[in-house]
């Protein structure tokens, strides 16, 4: 059995359409001294499970403005936004509020 934290990511609102069209993903990320936060995340995803255009997910040292977070249903502000420490099981959902026209 692998070791590590494991969690459940999902894209949707066509936040999923970088990342090879695959809406969820459940992870185990690699124990680590410092425990993992949700900065320390998105740049796993950006690494590991990002396939293009970076730039429209990211800014910078969190997600780009347009993509809502939820962290277990709830609104990641609530959370700490990046600052947050996951925690076994958690899910954490990315959407997409921008749509082309």
Do not use: C
Not at 3 to 9: H, Y
Not at 72 to 93: F, K, S, T
């Amino acid at each position: 059995m692998a070791t590590g934290l494991s969690i459940s990511l999902e894209f949707s609102g066509g936040a999923e359409l970088l990342f090879g069209k695959v809406k969820k993903h459940d992870v185990v990320l690699e124990e680590a001294k410092q425990p993992w936060s949700i900065k320390k995340l998105l740049f796993w995803i950006k690494d590991n499970l990002l396939q293009e255009r970076p730039e429209l997910f990211l800014q910078g040292e969190t997600v780009r403005p347009g993509i809502l977070v939820l962290i277990n249903d709830a609104d990641w502000e609530l959370m700490g936004e990046a600052d947050y420490m996951l925690q076994e099981n958690d899910r954490v959902v990315f959407i997409s509020t921008l749509h082309g026209g």
